[in-house]
């Protein structure tokens, strides 16, 4: 079909067939039911809040269950998340929830970076999901989804304000995950200031452009107790699951010396209001709410940060094939240029490594004919000192034949003159005591 001819297909005004008799796909939504409930559904909570502020216990009492409980100590040297899951089932509906707890929250001395691993945890569960649907053999009908799909941040109860590390850390999570904000043990705060710590609260989040979850209002059936559900946020609540007998009926509550905090009288806290909007009414919407608006932002950035777009720079529809040849193209160009840059490199290393050994030759060169001119200089003076000694040498040679010639004349002389005086002897006798080498002369 022509695109033209499509555009006056959807213009057409739809017409309305009135049916002869029962077809039966009126049993549709049963349809759909019927195949959740087969299906099972599947629920994760994030719980931060401070070390002891009554995540478990909450947690506990929402369910009306207990979870298994390990205290946290305070000394983590940061916010580790645990996360635990359990098989819940009501009347024929299965229930996978996951707890997640942010363990260690708010222990630091450093606070900076204790949002860091919230955020992080969330984005694994959404890339985990993200990863799954781009599989070729998806099997996303029985994948344990992970998601977080409710943060419920719970609140020190001080009557004061928020601390900046809970406006920080929320305002970190709000593009990531439904956040609820609930006054943690409000059983230690009185009504009045109650009140005051709440519409406090609220500012504080609106000044800061803290976005938390609103219930949502656009389906009829829920709409009106939605909104009368948002004016009341944060949620003040107190948790137990201890069971204390008010009149002649047990219910949990919190018993103290001057009297009971009933967790489940909405005259004492908003538990009941938060179970109710948690749990019986916005289950689905929060679950939606984390498909459509926070995985969708979470796989928009991350296929754009992956270079994928929906149209070219001319703004046409460019579709995940055309995207997929583009970047090869581009990466198959940036290859060969990183090959021809990695070539160039290589030639102007091997062309620096030739000359500094050039350079290094001739370095050696130069050291060698300077070395040789010394060494001739030394063979030329010992040769001439050898000249030297060896002219001395004949001198003194010849001068020792003199004196040898001289001795023997004298001795011949005196065997032909046997009675000369014995002063001309010792004249004869007296010969020089030494020969000096230097003036070529005798001395006495
Ligand atoms: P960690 O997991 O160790 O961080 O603690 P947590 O936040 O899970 O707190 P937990 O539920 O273990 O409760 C800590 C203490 O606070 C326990 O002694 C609870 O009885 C008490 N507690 C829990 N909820 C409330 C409440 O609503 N009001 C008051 N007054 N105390 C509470
Ligand atoms: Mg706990």
């Known amino acids: 079909m022509a695109a033209t001819d499509l555009e006056r297909f959807s213009n057409e005004e739809k017409r309305n067939l009135s049916l002869g008799g029962h077809v039966g796909f009126d049993s549709l939504p049963d349809q759909l039911v019927s195949k959740s409930v087969t299906q099972g559904f599947s629920f994760n909570i994030l719980c931060v809040g401070e070390t002891g502020i009554g995540k478990s216990t909450l947690m506990n009492t929402l369910f009306n269950t207990t979870f298994e409980t390990e205290e946290a100590s305070h000394y983590e040297s940061a916010v580790r998340l645990r996360p635990r899951t359990y098989d819940l089932q009501e009347s024929n509906v299965h229930l996978k929830l996951t707890i997640v707890d942010a363990v260690g929250f708010g222990d630091q001395i450093n606070k900076d970076e204790s949002y860091r691993p919230i955020v992080e945890y969330i984005d694994t569960q959404f890339e985990n999901y993200l990863q799954e649907e781009l599989k070729i053999r998806r099997s996303l009908f029985n994948y344990h989804d992970t998601r977080i799909h409710v943060c419920l941040y719970f609140i020190t109860p001080t009557g004061h304000s928020l601390k900046s590390l809970d406006l920080v850390t929320m305002k970190k999570l709000d593009s990531k995950v439904n956040i609820i904000p609930i006054i943690a043990k409000a059983d230690t705060i009185s009504k009045s200031e109650l009140h005051k710590f709440k519409i406090k609260i609220m500012s504080e989040l609106v000044s800061n452009g803290v976005q938390i979850y609103q219930f949502p209002t656009d389906d009829e059936a829920v709409a009106e107790i939605n909104s009368v559900m ?22 949990r509550a919190r018993q103290y010396p001057w009297g009971v905090v009933q967790v489940e009288n909405e005259s004492h806290c908003d538990f009941v209001k938060l179970r109710e909007m948690l749990i019986r009414v916005n289950m689905e919407d929060l679950r939606e709410q ?3 608006r926070h995985y969708e932002l979470y796989r928009r950035c991350k296929l754009e940060e992956m270079g994928f777009k929906d149209t070219d720079p001319d703004n046409q529809p460019f ?33 620096e490594t030739e000359a500094e050994l050039k350079e290094k030759e001739r370095e050696l060169h130069e050291k060698f004919e300077h ?9 030329r003076k010992v040769e001439e000192k050898r000249k030297e000694l060896e002219e001395e040498m004949n001198a003194f040679n010849r001068r020792r034949v003199a004196v040898e010639t001289l001795q023997s004349q004298s001795l011949q002389a005196t065997s032909q003159q046997p009675l000369k005086k014995d002063k001309d002897k010792k ?6 005591s030494a020969y000096s080498i230097t003036t070529g002369r005798y001395v006495n």
């Open 371 to 379: 070395l040789k001119r010394i060494h001739q200089e030394e063979k």
């Open 319 to 351: 579709s995940l094939q055309e995207t997929y040849e583009t970047k090869r193209k581009e990466f198959l160009g940036e290859l060969q240029r990183k090959e021809e840059e990695m070539r160039q490199m290589f030639v102007n290393k091997v062309k």
């Open 290 to 292: 984390t498909h459509t």
């Open 230 to 251: 948002n004016a009341h946020l944060p949620f003040a609540v107190v948790g137990s699951t201890e069971e204390v007998k008010v009149g002649n009926k047990l219910v």
């Open 427 to 432: 004249n004869f006798f007296s010969l020089p």
